[in-house]
């Protein structure tokens, strides 16, 4: 099975910053890999599929990037709406999540 | 617009089954793969089941193979997961999901419904 492992875990930030989150996959997966936000209660939300694709309404401050094993999420410059969890999630043999990175106002 | 409604979790003892629905509306059913993803309580995401629409084939995560049952009603617009042997780790929200196109980028999520298998 590929795992996936985010990090980090928690990230506190401030209104405008850049934040960046890294997964990576136990073997390559090209660039089979999609990043999710989810908020507290709600269902997660898909923002970029094949590693730097965005998901059609999302905002151009969210961008991804990377491929093979190494896979990066950017938000350039932080709103309030921002703050929640992401999960990348790998998607060549089936799929499977990553544990998922939450994002706190610092 | 995609609109997904999952039913049919509830408290149940360990050993015990219950069925899941999941009514879809929006789109047409009958074109896209479908799949069930689980969260437990404060944890992460977990891929559980799909169901393909292409020959009804269907796949499962190592930790419900042998127990869960995935299955669809193209007539009816409606997934199902069928639960036996229920464990308490299977305590979980548990969203129908659909996929962009096809396979496991998914776009639409419904609300979920909670499962909690507890004595």
């Known amino acids: 099975d590929i795992q996936m492992t985010q990090s980090p875990s928690t990230l506190s930030a401030s209104v405008g910053d850049r934040v960046t989150i890294t997964c990576r996959a136990s073997?390559?997966?090209?660039?089979?890999l999609a990043w999710y936000q989810q908020k507290p209660g709600k269902a997660p939300k898909l923002l970029i599929y094949?590693?730097?694709s965005l998901e059609s309404g999302v905002p151009s401050r969210f961008s991804g990037s990377g491929s093979g094993t190494e896979f990066t999420l950017t938000i350039s410059s932080l709103q309030p709406d921002d703050f929640a969890t992401y999960y990348c999630?790998?998607?060549?043999?089936?799929?499977?999540f990553g544990q998922g990175t939450k994002l706190e106002i610092k | 617009e995609v609109q997904l409604l999952e039913s049919g979790g509830d408290l149940v003892q360990p050993g015990g089954s219950l069925r899941l629905s999941c009514a879809a509306s929006?789109?047409?059913?009958?074109?896209?793969?479908m799949s069930w993803v689980r969260q437990a309580p404060g944890k992460g995401l977990e891929w559980v089941s799909a169901?393909?629409?292409?020959?009804?084939?269907?796949a499962y995560a190592d930790s419900v193979k042998g127990r869960f049952t995935v299955s669809r009603d193209n007539s009816k617009n409606t997934l199902y997961l069928q639960m036996n042997s229920l464990r308490v780790d299977d305590t979980a929200l548990y969203y129908c999901?659909?996929?962009?196109?096809?396979?496991?980028?998914?776009?639409?999520w419904g609300q979920g419904t909670l499962v909690t298998v507890s004595s």
């Open positions: 094949k590693a730097s």
């Open positions: 999901a659909k996929p962009r196109t096809s396979g496991w980028v998914f776009d639409s």
């Open positions: 073997q390559s997966i090209s660039s089979w």
């Open positions: 929006g789109f047409t059913f009958s074109s896209y793969d």
């Open positions: 999630q790998q998607y060549t043999t089936f799929c499977n």
């Open positions: 169901i393909r629409v292409s020959d009804g084939s269907t």
